[in-house]
């Protein structure tokens, strides 16, 4: 009987296949937010709100770090998705499908440095309300 040789290739999982499908969605939401903020026929608030949201999930600095167990993922798997859904819901449909349509011919958009910034900015008067709080009560 003949014995099958080993290719050192694995057999395609079917989930992980799944995941990287969903994260290229992700990817591609994320930047048709970020060409839909420089639209013009977007709502000034929607503008904002996407504005902030596409800072975070392109930020090479999370709010919540990594190396905090559990919570440090929980951004990344529960609050970019959230935050993407809802901006989604304040885009204008016609603005979302032109700016869809070009983020899907264009490509991937780069991390920002300009939204590590916004959330060092954001963790340092977070630490300094903490503070202020703390001396307040003390």
Request: charged residues 20%; proline residues 8%; contains cysteine.
């Amino acid at each position: 009987m003949e014995q099958q040789r080993d290719t050192g290739r694995r057999p395609r999982n079917p989930r992980l296949a799944k995941l990287r499908a969903q994260a290229a969605k992700l990817e591609r939401n994320t930047f048709t937010l970020y060409l839909a903020a420089r639209d013009p026929r977007t709502p000034w608030y929607a503008k904002a709100f996407v504005a902030c949201i596409v800072a975070y999930a392109l930020s090479p600095i999370d709010l919540i770090p990594d190396v905090i167990p559990i919570l440090g993922y929980l951004d990344d798997l529960i609050l970019v998705p959230l935050g993407i859904y809802l901006a989604m819901k304040l885009v204008p449909p016609e603005v979302w499908a032109d700016c869809h349509g070009k983020a899907a011919m264009a490509g991937t958009l780069p991390r920002s440095w300009r939204a590590a910034f916004f959330i060092i900015l954001l963790w340092l008067a977070t630490l300094a309300l903490l503070g202020f709080c703390y001396w307040r009560f003390l």
